[in-house]
């Protein structure tokens, strides 16, 4: 009998049907790429280097494993599979490695600017809403995003961590509002074992500028995505392959007025963003 199918056998006790399956079909891809490419020794051990300093990359603010799914595609590949299911619902992308639990919970028009110094603001507001046009109150919205350097708050120890970040909950007709500023491209990290493939692959580390939202409704499918910047130069080469069209908006500059100071309390001019999230039922 080959190593492949005693391989492939020993793992056929496993109770649970899904993860038999799982496991039993990746040893199996493993097996027949092995064989394809004829994989010696070296290239083997090289294979195994990688993986454990990537491994040994991670810790609670950095996710290098992550980062690796997203720029063999994988990642993309994955939400494709698990929410596509219906055009009426904004699309997902990818999750990225930046993302930290637990941030401030903020009111509605909140900034989550906590050190931006003097910053143009930016309103970013419209409402959560499902497929039916209803209005979805009390959606927990998590958001973050880059600061003018490029970098996110964890991966940067001059930042305060909850800087670009906060959690807001939906208001009683769906709206939201967060003031913010704008956020800038940036190239993923290049100091670890994804920098020295895409080196060696001549990739772009560039990411078009992006705003990431994690929304989470109670009887909803959670939505994880990003809203981009219209005209950014990254748009049509995102290291990540994260872009989707109907996730590019533009952003329009404002006036500050009565109605701007009361509602968001803007006195000085702004950019404005308007986007409509809508979630698909469980
Ligand atoms: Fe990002």
Known sequence: MSVTTQAIQSFQRIDNARHRTLIGALVKKLHEYINEVQLTEAEWLQAIQFLTKTGQLCHEQRQEY?????VLG????VDEINHQKS?????????GPFFIENMPLRQFAD???VEGGQHRPLLIKGNIRNIQGEAIANAYIDIWQTANN????????????D????????????????KSMLPVSYQIPSDGTVGQLLNYAKRSFWRPAHIHFKIVAEGYQPLVTHLFLENDKYLQNDAVFGVKDRLIVSHVSKQADVQSQALYGLDCDYDLIEYDFILSGV
Do not use: H, K, W
Request: glycine residues 8%; aromatic residues 8%; charged residues 15%.
């Open 87 to 95: 055009e009426a619902q904004t699309p997902s992308t990818v999750f």
């Open 66 to 70: 992550i980062l690796l799914s997203d």
């Open 111 to 113: 900034s989550i600017v």
């Open 74 to 77: 994988i990642s993309m590949l």
């Open 163 to 178: 800087n670009l970040r906060g959690v807001f909950v939906s208001q009683d007709d769906g709206a939201y509002a967060v």
């Open 150 to 161: 490029g970098m996110y708050s964890g991966q940067d120890t001059e930042q305060q961590i």
